[in-house]
């Protein structure tokens, strides 16, 4: 894995992204889809992409759009 130091604003990079999710942010939260919802299948798909990425920022969009997506007879938080 290749590693760069910016010593001048103080964060370190990585050309690999880091195959441990973070435990902040609800990414261990994965609502259910909705049984023949277009968009909740469409973001199902697109969480998949994202974790095989390990690109946790669209993970837990993913999962935030999921649980406050509207369907009759389910509560959005």
């Known amino acids: 894995m ?8 103080g964060w370190l990079a990585t050309s690999e992204p880091d195959p441990n999710p973070p435990t902040v942010g609800g990414i261990s939260d994965f609502p259910e889809p909705a049984a023949r ?5 469409a ?3 697109e969480r998949a992409d994202a974790l095989e990425a390990c690109d946790w920022r669209t993970v837990v969009s993913c999962n935030n759009e999921l649980r406050n997506h ?6 959005v938080q």
């Open 2 to 9: 290749g590693v760069e130091i910016h010593t001048d604003i």
């Open 37 to 41: 919802c277009k968009v909740c299948t």
């Open 43 to 45: 973001l199902v798909e």
């Open 70 to 75: 509207p369907h009759a007879g389910r509560d």
